[in-house]
């Protein structure tokens, strides 16, 4: 866990985070604040629907000019231009996002060419904006995508069955409005599976190449939070206590990774969710411990500390054994939640870990592991995990 005098970074989190319940309702202030006259509503057709939709609505009054609500899971590059399309006819200048991480993710990406123009797709990389995007309040119906406060956008293409990165300082959402109130509805299964989501950028936060201090604490404080009130949550969806502790979980954790990046999990899972179609959230699940253990004897002293957050008595270990509960630790948090444990339970066929071992070697995120890897390093672990 130390650091030595080389170390010097820069951390980022330029979202101003408003929390309570009932602040949803706040939506229009936020956008009076940031200049906005003509905001948009971007949701999925579930949620428009609902009484939280309808509230938001109503609480920007004359500033709302209308709402897309075409986005689905694993949101798709034509779902953005489409309701890039729609804000330009509405001649759009504020983008207010109710849902999750599909959702959150769509309304970054729609902001990026309502401001500079042309398609989506001309954008896919890393700080190629030139101004920063159109102003966007994000309000997450879920605890783990942590995307309210992060600088990139995971956007499917459909065609190539590939997940692709747009990744800019400037997408950041500009607020973010954390009402537990809008969290009540998950359904247990979600409410795990996205719990497991921000659990897993946590643990990858403190395991890269780039991990500091801040991003640190964050995290830490994060796993200390999920494994305390998850099973809470689950037992209680009503429990609006729990539910708000886990919306700051999923937050901080969002941050810490937004400023040190992800590593061989999530390059794993983005390919195997662009390929088979895995929920992010539980394709991270199944893959994080396998991920502590492929990568324990490079930094055995940070999964110590994680162990330690979640809750596991180490006194007396040595920092690798003490890594071995914390993997142990996850996979028992995991089975309680009711999760799927291998990748063969979640259709994903034993002869296509090749193409998925190959496919993550593209991926932005594995540059950042801890150990370097290559396809046949990443077919151990994907065989580990089936």
Known sequence: ????????????????????????????????????????????????????????????????????????????VHIVNEGTDTARKLNVD?????????????????????????????YDGFQLLTEP?????????????GSEVTFAAIIKDHQEKRKLVFANTYIIPNVALLDPLMTVGMPPHLTASTAMDAMSHAVESMHTSERIPISDAFALHA?????????????????????GQMLIAACIAG????????????????????????????????????????????????????????????????????????????WELTKKAGLPQKLSEVGVPENGLEEIADLAISDGAIVYNPKPMDPEENLKVLKQAW
Do not use: W
Request: glycine residues 14%; contains cysteine.
């Open 1 to 76: 866990m130390g650091y030595d005098r080389s170390l010097s970074f820069i951390f980022r989190c330029p979202t101003k985070i408003v929390f309570g319940e009932g602040v949803a309702g706040d939506v229009g202030n936020e956008v009076d604040e940031l200049g906005g006259k003509r905001a948009m509503i971007i949701t999925d057709k579930h949620l428009v629907e609902t009484d939280l939709y309808r509230q938001v609505e109503k609480a920007l009054g004359r500033r709302y000019v209308g709402t897309f609500s075409a986005v689905e899971p694993d949101t798709g």
């Open 94 to 122: 504020c983008l207010v996002s109710i849902g999750g991480g599909s959702v959150i993710d769509t309304a970054k990406g729609i902001a990026i060419p309502l401001k500079e123009g042309g398609r989506l797709e001309d």
């Open 133 to 145: 995007a159109v102003p966007h309040i994000a309000i997450p119906t879920t605890a783990g995508t």
């Open 223 to 243: 796993i200390h939070l999920i494994v305390n009130y998850l099973p809470g949550v689950m037992e209680d969806g009503n429990d609006l206590l729990a539910r």
């Open 255 to 330: 941050a810490a990774m937004s400023n040190t990046h992800v590593g061989l999990v999530h390059a794993l899972a983005h390919s195997v969710g662009g390929r088979f179609g895995v929920p992010h959230g539980i394709a991270n699940s199944i893959l994080l411990p396998h991920g502590i253990l492929y990568n324990l004897d490079a930094c055995p002293e940070i999964y110590a500390a994680i162990a330690r957050a979640l809750g596991v008595d180490i006194r007396g270990m040595s920092d690798e054994d003490a890594g071995k509960k914390a993997a142990d630790a996850i």
